[in-house]
């Protein structure tokens, strides 16, 4: 009987895993939420079907995330991409339990303090939406098409650094995802692993 109920665990837990991994995966539908904003408006993804959509992980104690605030890189996309009429939207999963949580002001005002440009910042703070796309780091990026398809995941570039300088010379997957996805085009990198620090659950 015990090991009748490990198994089913295990089975349960093997399920949930590949759940996870499978709404990371692009080409699959994007997992809905509805997450509140830093000014208490809720904010749902299905809000957004017909227009591509960018997900920006985000934790601003996390040295990888200020790299790419210090630099500019995160607020010029941004606002290159929202004149566009792409929706970014940032999501902070950092649980509410945890040491790093910023409560809807602090995140709000740190968020005003960089000159960021996203449509909304999103407090995920039962880190809920996090694990439904199974959010690894910050920034962890995804890219939604107007059918509500992911068509892009992973790490916003290829220098795996924390250093400010590097994000000027890098080859950045978003960008690249979204020239080619708003040109007609399929993602000729759909998926690579991200990097930075945990996002923490």
């Known amino acids: ?65 200020r790299k790419h605030y210090d630099s500019g890189n995160m607020q010029g996309l941004q606002k290159e991409w929202g004149a566009k009429e792409v929706v970014w939207l940032a999501v902070n999963s950092t649980n509410q339990s945890h040491s790093e949580y910023k409560s809807p002001a602090e995140m709000g005002g740190w968020m005003r303090a960089q000159g960021a440009a996203p449509a909304a910042t ?30 892009y995941a992973g790490a916003i570039d290829d220098k795996r650094s924390a250093n400010p300088a590097d994000a000027k010379t890098a080859n950045n997957y978003v960008r690249a995802a979204l020239t080619e996805a708003l040109a007609g085009k399929p993602v000729s990198i759909a998926s690579t692993t991200p990097y930075g620090c945990s996002v923490k659950y």
């Not at 939406?129 to 959010?135: L, S």
Request: aromatic share 8%.
């Open 122 to 151: 999103l407090l995920d703070a039962t880190s809920a939406t996090g694990r439904a796309y199974a959010a690894k780091t910050t920034p962890h990026m995804f890219v939604v098409d107007p059918a509500g398809k992911i068509v």
């Open 1 to 65: 009987m015990q090991n009748r109920a490990v198994s089913s665990m295990i089975a349960a837990m093997t399920l949930v895993a590949v759940h996870a991994a499978l709404a990371a995966t692009p080409g699959v539908a994007a997992p809905a939420f509805t997450i509140t904003d830093t000014a208490g408006k809720a904010v749902t993804l299905a809000d957004y079907r017909g227009k591509y959509v960018v997900l920006e992980w985000t934790n601003p104690e996390c040295p990888f995330v």
